[in-house]
């Protein structure tokens, strides 16, 4: 059990509340109400509910194989639920066609594991792949607009290059590039920093602080990385010196909260300092 958890902006919904979600002026962006997921065995994901409001940064924790990956691609509908409902910007999608999922998914950003970029593609056409599908974009403006996302990651002169000549965190960054692109309302980081080096991984976390605190979008982040997660709590991006730095002793960043899944099941939802005091005894494994 939690160990006394205090609200968060949007609580975990129950069964009438999902249902009001829907028509309440003040929405979270995202609302997972009662999910479960299974694929033709035991349940993936069960009873799962939580929110994420506007402008939260919320770190999805737990080891391998307990369905932190699932979940993400639940929310984007890349994975159905088999019972309860997904709310994506006030709209249930969880029987929505595939033809009205595409202006949702439109609005947000996706990092998939290990950046998932086309090895055929220019770093140009990897960043700019989803303007390029609207025709009514003119060329000079994806090529505006990618070099300004590329900028954003500190990769402005990879704009001409392959995939393969890249290191994998330069791979990573352009992930993250080709995810800001349109200027998302949510973003979705599966594992952004799994299989890269200490510096390399903190390079990454530094452009999810920096995306946080210049752009405040909401976001969904999943980790195995404790050290990932703490200093995205502990950290804020600073303009002027053009780069992350602690926060005062004491002080964790404003609406950066944790959720941690066992085995399918959410058994944590709250705060860092709520997290650090919890008694259940997976989460001090854990943390330990």
């Known amino acids: 059990m939690m160990s006394d958890p205090l609200p968060p902006a949007f609580p975990a919904p129950g069964a009438e509340q999902c249902a009001q979600l829907e028509t309440e002026a003040a929405k979270p962006v995202v609302a997972v109400c009662h999910v479960t997921v299974s694929f033709d ?6 009873d799962i509910s939580f929110t994420v409001a506007p402008g939260e940064t919320r770190i999805l924790l737990g080891p391998a194989g307990v369905g932190k990956s699932v979940l993400l691609k639940a929310i984007n509908r890349l994975v159905r639920a088999e019972r309860g409902k997904v709310l994506l910007f006030g709209e249930d999608i969880t ?11 439109a609005r947000t950003g996706m990092v998939f594991q290990e950046g998932a970029l086309f090895d055929s593609l220019t770093v140009r056409d990897n ?10 974009i003119p060329e000079e403006e994806i090529d505006r607009r990618v070099r300004e ?6 990769l402005a002169e990879t704009f001409s290059m392959f995939p393969s000549s890249l290191s994998g965190g330069m791979r990573r960054r352009v992930a993250i590039a080709r995810a800001l ?4 309302e949510l973003l979705l980081y599966d ?6 080096d200490p510096v390399t991984s903190t390079t990454i976390i530094e452009l999810i602080v920096k995306e946080r605190d210049v752009h405040a979008t909401p976001s969904l982040l999943v980790t ?19 780069a992350m730095v602690p926060l005062p002793k004491g002080q ?13 099941r959410l058994i944590f939802d709250g705060s860092i300092h709520e997290l650090l005091r919890s008694k259940n005894a997976f989460v001090r494994e854990f943390l330990e």
Not at 191 to 196: D, F, H, I, N, W
């Open 224 to 242: 195995h990385r404790l050290q990932d997660a703490f200093t995205l709590c502990t950290h804020r991006f600073d303009l002027d010196q053009g």
């Open 252 to 264: 964790v960043a404003p609406k950066t909260t944790f959720l941690m899944l066992e085995e399918g």
């Open 191 to 196: 594992s952004p920093t799994g299989g890269l």
């Open 95 to 105: 029987s929505m066609p595939e033809e009205g999922l595409f202006p949702l998914r």
């Open 127 to 136: 960043v700019g792949y989803q303007l390029l599908q609207d025709a009514g």
């Open 41 to 46: 065995g035991p349940p993936v994901l069960e």
């Open 149 to 154: 996302a590329l900028s954003f990651v500190g």
């Open 181 to 184: 692109i349109a200027q998302p």
